[in-house]
């Protein structure tokens, strides 16, 4: 007889042996970009705090008053009695940054994919997703029960002939990508990903995660969805679109009925933190700028974004790098399979506009140093 804890065990065993096993350790960020751990102090390159606004004082402030005004929890999910005042504001907020009519704010970024792709599509409707789409977006396109195919990365072609051989066997069609990539910091092609759905009457829709405030779209999408816990410091997720489709996701998607409404303070954290990425460019430019420092720096291609990943093939070597930049007081995480394909184990580094150019060029040395870049 094989126990539950037999099994976990051969289960853990198995990642070990692979490398493959993750750890949490205890990371206390006290800054924007300072994490503290087992006493000591690094420089961190793996968070997604773009602009330092989970630390503001201004996303603070609005945070405190809020939980002040409106108590720690919501109570009840936004269809019951979790709806506070303060969505309407962060809702408007949204709609009008990403030139849409209305929005709706979820949980989490997963949480609103998983409750918006499975509004849009079902059984019987085609979703074609880059190969490189966020866990979220694939697990949304999964649970709608509609047929799911990958175009090849960033590739309008591949997006063109799966189009031509499929479209026509279904009904409704939805394109799914991110603006930025996550977990390689390029940007999609949204013009021709654009005209593509246009001409094979499909609809568009982009995961902005990363994007927010860092890069204006070149084309904007039917449907655009993202995070509140990556550029706007706080958390929670959301999706703007047409007052339609946003009033039928409010009334049918199943992670906004069936989960509890965010913590006040959570709402209006966001809300302060987009009203400073909306005013700020010489805050929002920033990221990007010390991305294409390090990427020139060490020889890289030029980055599209605040993210950059250095490639290091196998789990080994990018746990390796990722230990000698920790004995240096920096920190980049080391991304392995299943997050990202296999023999394409990186470091993943994300810059944030409260970094110090010595900063940026510190962590490159070490790099250099030690063979890595
Ligand atoms: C982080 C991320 C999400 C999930 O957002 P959360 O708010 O953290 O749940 C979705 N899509 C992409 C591309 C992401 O990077």
Wanted: glycine share 8%; with cysteine.
């Amino acid at each position: 007889m094989t126990t539950l804890d037999d099994s976990a065990r051969e289960a853990l065993a198995l990642l070990e042996s692979k490398l493959l096993k993750r750890t949490l350790a205890t990371s206390e960020r006290t800054d924007g970009v300072s994490v503290m751990r087992s006493g000591r102090t690094y420089v961190s390159f793996s968070c997604n705090d773009y602009f330092g606004l989970s630390h503001h004082p201004d996303v603070i402030a609005a945070g405190v008053a809020a939980l002040q005004q409106y108590g720690a929890g919501a109570g009840a999910s936004r269809l019951v009695t979790g709806n506070h005042p303060l969505y309407e504001a962060l809702e408007d907020m949204l709609a009008r940054m990403k030139g849409t009519e209305a929005a709706c704010v979820f949980g989490s970024g997963y949480l609103a994919n998983l409750g918006v792709i499975p509004v849009l599509a079902g059984s019987g409707d085609l979703i074609l997703a880059d190969r490189l789409s966020h866990a979220c977006m694939l697990d949304g396109a999964r649970m709608s029960g509609a047929t799911m195919m990958r175009f090849a990365h960033n590739n309008p072609e591949h997006l063109a002939l799966l189009l031509r051989e499929h479209r026509k066997e279904y009904q409704r069609c939805i394109i799914l990508t991110e603006t930025v990539f996550s977990m390689d910091g390029d940007r999609a092609p949204l013009g021709a990903f654009a005209a593509l759905a246009k001409g094979y009457n499909a609809w568009l829709m982009t995961d902005d995660a990363h994007g927010l405030g860092i890069a204006e779209p070149e084309a904007h999408a039917e449907v655009q969805m993202g995070t509140l816990s990556k550029g706007a410091g706080s958390y929670g997720g959301y999706v703007c679109a047409s007052r339609e489709v946003v009033e039928l996701v409010r009334t049918s998607a199943r992670t906004l009925m069936f989960s509890t409404a965010l913590p006040p303070a959570s709402v209006a954290s966001a809300t302060a933190a987009l009203n400073i990425i909306a005013s700020d460019k010489a805050l929002t430019s920033r990221p990007l700028q010390l991305a294409q420092r390090f990427t020139q720096f060490l020889g890289l291609d030029e980055a599209q974004s605040p993210i950059v990943p250095l490639i290091l093939e196998e789990p080994e070597r990018a746990l390796a790098a990722s230990r000698a930049l920790e004995e240096a007081g920096y920190l980049a995480h080391a991304i392995r399979p299943p997050t990202v394909p296999p023999g394409t184990a990186r470091l993943r580094f994300t810059f944030s506009a409260l970094h110090t150019e010595a900063q940026v060029d510190g962590a490159a040395d070490v790099l250099k140093a030690n063979g890595y870049a």
